[in-house]
């Protein structure tokens, strides 16, 4: 059993992450820090067993709060401290949680294998700092000598949990492009927190993904939410979510859309290999999701509820755009026809 993990990361995730080691996961302490000092890194991880470092830490709230110049170099420095840290500490292990969006998302991909190798990144956006960090992963892993783990969930839903995915689902519209197939896939974060013991339990080195059982279809999907979709040619969605982002209105980059139409559904197999099984289900996992984002709606580039309101990304804005212009467009044509 290990006696002492540090949990680096905030937000709901890392939380949930450091509640369930100490909890159900038997950990005697665990130590959540939202950073590591830029001076004396070490200090802080003398003595631990583990260390784990959220890349990601799916608050896409917070993520846009910072200015684009800052994101990448903000992500970079607490991958870069954390392996500093835990060369001086003597850590012998540390796992990063990144996302499976560095994957990318294509027109009608295949289950996605954990060792697939990742394409050319975006220039900009959450894909892109997310590839950067674990580029410096690699390099500093190899350099240091220190094993380590990356994990790679699907889309994260639950308690607090703030995703371009769950905003997708605060719009009027679900957004479809025309001629492709759009599987949903999910994960619960105490199934993202279950694999995080899993791997520091049996020490696993490598890349894993993790994910619910299967896919949710998009009509499955359009049931279970009580959604309406709007279909638009692919070309009309990404130049819309393009001039948004250069006007302005959209804080995210418009290639973030392609993770809310294109799907990036993957295996989990290595975990799977090892013993680990997902307990919730895709649909109990868009219920949940559902159930969070009920009184909020995004419209016109904003995040509306009550007294919360904050910039959407770029696939929340999108869908409540281009849903409402193509509605609109309907409605007019109905009452000239």
């Not at 959450?126 to 889309?155: F, H, K, N, T």
């Not at 709007?230 to 859309?257: C, K, N």
Request: positive net charge; charged residues 25%.
């Amino acid at each position: 059993m290990l006696e002492r993990v540090v949990v680096l990361g905030r937000g709901a995730m890392a939380a949930a992450v450091a509640a369930h080691l100490e909890g159900v996961g038997g950990v005697a302490e665990v130590v959540r820090l939202d950073e590591l000092a830029r001076q004396a890194a070490g200090a802080s991880l003398t003595g631990v067993d583990a260390l784990v470092v959220l890349a990601d830490e799916a608050d896409f709230g917070a993520w846009l709060a910072v200015p684009a110049a800052v994101r990448r170099r903000q992500v970079l420095d607490r991958v870069e401290r954390a392996f500093q840290g835990a060369r001086v500490g003597k850590v012998p292990y540390l796992l990063v949680i990144s996302s499976a969006i560095v994957y990318g998302a294509s027109p009608d991909r295949p289950v996605i294998d954990d060792d697939e190798p990742l394409p050319n990144p975006p220039e900009q956006g959450l894909a892109a700092d997310l590839r950067e960090a674990e580029v410096a992963v690699a390099r500093l892993g190899q350099r240091r000598g220190l094993r380590y783990a990356v994990l790679r969930p699907a889309s994260v839903v639950g308690p607090g949990i703030d995703t371009m995915i769950v905003r997708h689902f605060e719009a009027p519209r679900l957004l479809a492009v025309r001629g492709t197939r759009r599987d949903w896939q999910f994960v619960h974060v105490e199934d993202v927190a279950r694999a995080v013991e899993h791997i520091l339990a049996h020490q696993l080195d490598g890349v894993m993904t993790v994910a619910s059982d299967g896919v949710l279809g998009h009509f499955e999907v359009e049931q279970i939410s009580r959604m309406r979709t709007v279909e638009v040619p692919p070309v009309t969605a990404f130049a819309t979510a393009r001039q948004l982002y250069r006007a302005g209105v959209l804080s995210a980059p418009s290639d973030d859309l392609a993770y809310a139409v294109y799907p990036w559904t993957v295996s989990s197999a290595r975990l799977r290999a090892t013993g680990w099984a997902p307990r919730w289900t895709n649909t109990g996992c868009l219920t949940v999701l559902l159930e969070e984002s009920r009184g909020r709606r995004g419209l016109g580039g904003r995040r509306v509820g009550g007294k919360d309101v904050a910039t959407l990304g770029a696939a929340g804005a999108a869908v409540a755009l281009i849903g409402t212009a193509a509605a609109l467009r309907r409605a007019r044509k109905r009452r000239l026809g």
